[in-house]
C-alpha cells in the first residue's frame, strides 16, 4: 500500500476499554490524517497531523486524541471506547499540503 | 452540516455503457477536487483529480467535469467495466490554506453487470 500500513486489521473490545491504533509510514510525508468511514457519511476526518508533535482536530475529534512522536508513525487512540465507535478506520498520508491522499487498508474496530 | 454531498447511493449500469457519477458541493473557496474509488477491505485508492481554474480532465476512460457556477462535479466512465465496480468518494480541498485536508462526500456505489 504504497508505504502505509495499519495495525491491528481488525480488533473487538469491550465498551469502556481504551484501544490504540496504528499507522505506520515509510515515505517520510509531513502529513498524515486518520478518517472514519460509517454507512451515509462517507470518511469523516478525526484527526490530523502537519509534522511531528503538530496535530489538529477533525470534524469528529470527540473521545479520540492523537499522538505522533517521529515522522513515521500517527497513532490513535480511544480512551474509553463506546459502541458509536465502532467503524472503520482509514489513515491517509500526504507529501504536501495541496496533493492528494494515500489511503492505508484500515482497521475494523468493533466496540461491543 | 455536509459541505460535500453525493446524493445518489447507489448506482447500476451495463458493461459497455457510460456511468455518470454526481458531487455537489457548498463552499465556494473549495479549490481542488478529487475521486477516489473503494473496493471492499481495502483502502481508498486515488483516480482522478481537478483544480478549480479547470472544467475538464481526462485519463483514459475516466473524465471529470467541473461546473463552478453551479457547484457540482461529475465523474464519467466510458465504457464501464464490471471491474469498475466499487464505491466512489468524491472530495474537496481548501488547498494550502488548510494543511491538505480532504473533505469527502458519502459515496456512490457503482455497479456495473455483465
Known amino acids: 500500500d504504497a508505504g502505509i500500513t495499519q495495525s491491528p486489521r481488525h480488533k473487538v473490545t469491550e465498551t469502556g476499554t481504551p484501544v490504540t491504533l496504528r499507522c505506520h509510514q515509510t515515505?517520510?510525508?509531513?502529513?498524515m490524517y486518520w478518517y472514519r468511514q460509517d454507512p451515509g457519511h462517507g470518511l469523516r476526518l478525526i484527526h490530523y497531523s502537519y509534522g511531528v508533535k503538530d496535530t489538529d482536530k477533525g470534524e469528529v475529534s470527540d473521545g479520540y486524541s492523537v499522538s505522533r512522536s517521529k515522522t513515521e508513525d500517527f497513532l490513535l487512540t480511544l480512551e474509553s471506547a463506546t459502541s458509536s465507535q465502532t467503524s472503520v478506520y482509514f489513515c491517509?498520508?500526504?507529501?504536501?499540503?495541496?496533493?492528494?491522499?494515500?489511503f492505508g487498508s484500515g482497521t475494523r474496530l468493533t466496540v461491543v | 452540516d455536509q459541505q460535500v454531498k453525493q446524493n445518489s447511493p447507489s448506482l447500476s449500469v451495463q458493461e459497455g455503457r457510460i456511468s455518470i457519477l454526481n458531487c455537489d458541493y457548498t463552499?465556494?473557496?473549495?479549490?481542488?477536487f478529487l475521486w477516489y474509488k473503494k473496493y471492499p477491505a481495502e483502502g481508498p485508492t486515488f483516480l482522478i483529480s481537478i483544480s478549480s481554474i479547470k472544467d475538464k480532465n481526462e485519463d483514459g476512460r475516466f473524465t471529470v467535469f467541473l461546473n463552478k457556477s453551479a457547484k457540482h462535479l461529475s465523474l464519467h466512465i466510458v465504457p464501464s467495466q464490471p471491474g469498475d465496480s466499487a464505491v466512489y468518494f468524491c472530495a474537496a480541498s481548501l488547498g494550502s490554506s488548510n494543511t491538505g485536508k480532504l473533505i469527502f462526500g458519502q459515496g456512490t456505489t457503482l455497479q456495473v453487470k455483465p
Open positions: 463552499n465556494s473557496m473549495f479549490d481542488y
Open positions: 491517509a498520508i500526504s507529501e504536501s499540503d495541496y496533493y492528494g491522499y494515500t
Open positions: 515515505e517520510n510525508h509531513r502529513y
